[in-house]
């Protein structure tokens, strides 16, 4: 069963406008979530994480909220450009054996597109 | 910056062949990982080692092993390529799973 779901696997926005990438995870004792961006023919690169003693982290032109009683975290992109087209994957982790961070549990992608 | 260097970009192999996928990284880490990335299937853990000889299975071992004889070198194994083998494979590498750094990736056609 999946511990972190992204529902949608595509989104289409224009540039200049917000983009919001939504993440749900299953797993109260994740305790740390990061998002990861990815090119074609590319690895994924690190782009924002948020630890759960948190609501809120910013970077930039990048938010990412966290919502603990909803198990929900989002990522917005304001605004967005069209070199921000990518697949976004949400990561979460949680305190593993012998009390060690566990390994991250991705998402399946969200596949941004910004048009210009 | 934390560099990992996968071996091939690309690579086409037969089906049956022993396949070997290289990784390595220049920043001391301890944890390792070899990923699968396939359309609508996400990110899918293969394999994870913790320190030098160590090794965990993740959840689609089956068909792959791995070698980690030195801390900076971790190796995917395809024992006899199969076509649903075909992917885009990934190594990361961590000192904590607080964040991993990817490879660029080996995209490996089986046929």
């Known amino acids: 069963d999946q511990q972190v779901k992204q529902n949608s696997p595509s989104l289409s926005v224009q540039e200049g406008r917000i983009s919001i990438l939504n993440c749900d995870y299953t797993?109260?004792?994740?305790?740390?979530f990061l998002w990861y961006k990815k090119y074609p023919a590319e690895g994924p690169t690190f782009l924002i994480s948020?630890?759960?003693?948190?609501d809120k982290n910013e970077d930039g032109r990048f938010t990412v909220f966290l919502n603990k009683s909803a198990k929900h975290l989002s990522l917005h992109i304001v605004p967005s450009q069209p070199g921000d087209s990518a697949v976004y994957f949400c990561?979460?982790?949680?305190?593993?054996?012998?009390?060690?961070?566990?390994?991250?549990?991705f998402g399946k992608g969200t596949k941004l597109s910004v048009k210009p | 910056d934390v560099k990992v260097t996968q071996s091939s970009r690309y690579l086409v192999k037969r089906t049956g062949e022993k396949v070997f996928l290289e990784c390595v990284q220049d920043m001391d880490h301890e944890n390792m990982f070899w990923y699968r990335q396939d359309p609508g299937l996400g990110l899918r853990l293969i394999y994870f080692?913790?320190?030098?000889?160590?090794?965990e299975k993740g959840d689609i071992p089956e068909g792959y092993s791995v070698s980690r004889e030195k801390k900076e070198r971790f190796s995917l194994i395809l024992e006899s390529a199969s076509t649903n083998q075909t992917s885009m494979y990934l190594c990361?590498?961590?000192?904590?799973?607080?964040?991993?750094?990817f490879g660029s990736g080996t995209r490996l056609t089986v046929v």
């Open positions: 080692s913790y320190d030098v000889k160590m090794k």
């Open positions: 990561a979460a982790s949680g305190r593993g054996r012998g009390g060690s961070q566990g390994n991250l549990i």
């Open positions: 797993n109260s004792m994740f305790d740390y």
């Open positions: 948020i630890s759960s003693i948190k």
């Open positions: 990361a590498s961590s000192l904590q799973t607080y964040g991993y750094t």
